[in-house]
């Protein structure tokens, strides 16, 4: 499957922002999504997975209740809907997918999108 991430940019902070990943080649509905994130000279993080039906959601403690992913399986497609953003948030986004149950290990996803910018100023 191929991903494709779209949506970031240039926000100021409080703003917000909703990145979507459309996905192609592939059924969409075979696998778990997530979103990781990874800020200059630092690894890539976690961020947020879904399950196939969409009914499991998972998030780092400190983007709960900031951050919404969610699935539209017909489009075959990914969103993570931020907001209340903070400098803090500013790196490149990817969305991957897995194969396996919902995973935060950055070993577990069998495809990966080309990432999307997401830049806040303060």
């Known amino acids: 499957v191929q991903l494709q991430a779209s949506g970031g940019g240039l926000v100021q902070a409080g703003g917000s922002l909703r990145l979507s990943c459309a996905a192609s080649?592939?059924?969409?509905?075979?696998?778990?999504m997530g979103w990781f994130r990874q800020a200059p000279g630092k690894e890539r993080d976690f961020v947020a997975g879904?399950?196939?039906?969409?009914?499991?959601?998972d998030y780092i403690d400190s983007l709960k209740g900031r951050f919404t992913i969610s699935r539209d399986n017909a489009k075959s497609t990914l969103y993570l809907q931020m907001s209340s953003l903070t400098p803090g948030d500013t790196a490149v986004y990817y969305c991957?997918?897995?194969?396996?149950?919902?995973?935060?290990?950055?070993?577990?996803?069998?495809?990966w999108g080309q990432g999307t910018q997401v830049t806040v100023s303060s």
């Open positions: 080649g592939g059924t969409f509905n075979w696998y778990t």
């Open positions: 879904i399950s196939v039906s969409g009914d499991y959601t």
């Open positions: 991957a997918a897995s194969f396996q149950s919902p995973s935060r290990r950055i070993q577990r996803y069998d495809y």
